[in-house]
């Protein structure tokens, strides 16, 4: 497992932007699938996005061309630019970490997790 802390989150308005970031402890980041996910209040988990060990990456519909996950393997991070935020948008943001060699979208497919970071869109 992996040591995951997220940071970037914080209280914005609609349209506005955010970029959260997920730092990794350890020598082994750069093996594992990073994702995203979000939790809204009486919500369950849901996948936001995740970057694959050779850079691909997969997005749930509702934040496609709004969103966008890199990695830089040199910091350990794993990055999240979120643009055009909706209220809907707000949720506690959870980075995690797995060994998969696809994007997956199923939180159980990932071991490790960071303790989420809170995002507040106003209308």
């Known amino acids: 497992q992996v040591q995951l802390v997220e940071s970037g989150g914080g209280l914005v308005q609609a349209g506005g932007s955010l970029r959260l970031s997920c730092t990794a402890a350890?020598?082994?980041?750069?093996?594992?699938?990073m994702g995203w996910f979000r939790q809204a209040p009486g919500k369950e988990r849901e996948f936001v996005s995740a970057?694959?060990?050779?850079?691909?990456?997969g997005y749930t519909d509702s934040v496609k061309g709004r969103f966008t996950i890199s990695r830089d393997n040199g910091k350990n991070t794993v990055y999240l630019q979120m643009n055009s935020l909706k209220p809907e948008d707000t949720a506690v943001y959870y980075c995690?970490?797995?060994?998969?060699?696809?994007?997956?979208?199923?939180?159980?497919?990932?071991?490790?997790w960071g303790q989420g970071t809170q995002v507040t869109v106003s209308s």
């Open positions: 970057i694959t060990v050779t850079f691909s990456t």
């Open positions: 995690a970490a797995g060994s998969t060699l696809v994007v997956v979208t199923s939180p159980s497919r990932y071991t490790s």
């Open positions: 350890g020598r082994t980041f750069s093996t594992y699938t």
